[in-house]
């Protein structure tokens, strides 16, 4: 990393004994320093020179304050996006910064929501697999039995294939809902996995 460059501001990280207001303005305040003065030579204008010196203008401190936000969680940008999205279409006199405190009150909720969103993902791929190894172990059982024997009871038969195709169609249905943008849909079929125990005899 060059001394002084625009590079410092990709160093700062958040850390975990600081408030989220605290590390905004610390965030802030490395960018304010990247600032050029008056008379600063723009190469890619054709040698343009600044004739005062850079400030803090709106699109600047909506793209600090979300910088922050992403330093602080991945996630956080886009959770804000659905939060105040809505207040800022409604008035396009308001931008992030007027927004500011709202935001920093919102993050801890914001972040157990996700960690919510997380636990419960990881409870339909636990889930999910269990109704696999059901549903496996379902066709197996059919897999052993000849339904064409004659000595085999024909509703046991009929029994077979309802079972096979229902836990088809459930672990289907299941890894569909499972991939739902996230939403953590839990059909009511996972409250119902194959507990049976279908034997001949």
């Not at 304010?32 to 008379?39: E, Q, V």
């Not at 600063?40 to 910088?67: G, I």
């Not at 009150?105 to 190894?133: A, F, N, S, W, Y």
Request: one cysteine or more; glycine letters at 2%.
């Amino acid at each position: 990393m060059i001394p002084g460059s625009i590079f410092d501001v990709s160093e700062i990280d958040y850390t975990n004994n600081e408030s989220y207001e605290e590390f905004y303005l610390r965030f802030r305040d490395v960018v304010c320093s990247k600032l050029r003065p008056a008379g600063f030579v723009m190469k890619y204008m054709d040698n343009t020179e600044l004739e005062e010196e850079e400030r803090m203008l709106p699109t600047l401190e909506e793209m600090t304050l979300l910088w922050c936000l992403d330093k602080i969680d991945r996630k956080l940008p886009h959770l804000m996006c659905k939060a105040f999205s809505h207040k800022i279409s409604q008035d396009a006199t308001t931008t992030l910064k007027d927004l500011q405190s709202e935001i920093f009150q919102c993050i801890p909720e914001m972040l157990e929501q996700k960690g919510d969103i997380l636990q419960k993902r990881k409870l339909h791929e636990t889930d999910l697999e269990l109704v696999k190894k059901d549903c496996h172990q379902i066709l197996t059982k059919t897999e052993e039995v000849n339904i064409f024997d004659e000595e085999i009871p024909a509703t046991f038969k009929e029994e077979l294939l309802e079972v096979q195709v229902k836990y088809e169609d459930e672990v289907d249905m299941y890894e569909e809902n499972s991939q739902n943008n996230g939403n953590d849909i839990e059909p009511d079929f996972i409250e119902n996995k194959a507990n049976k125990n279908i034997s001949i005899g």
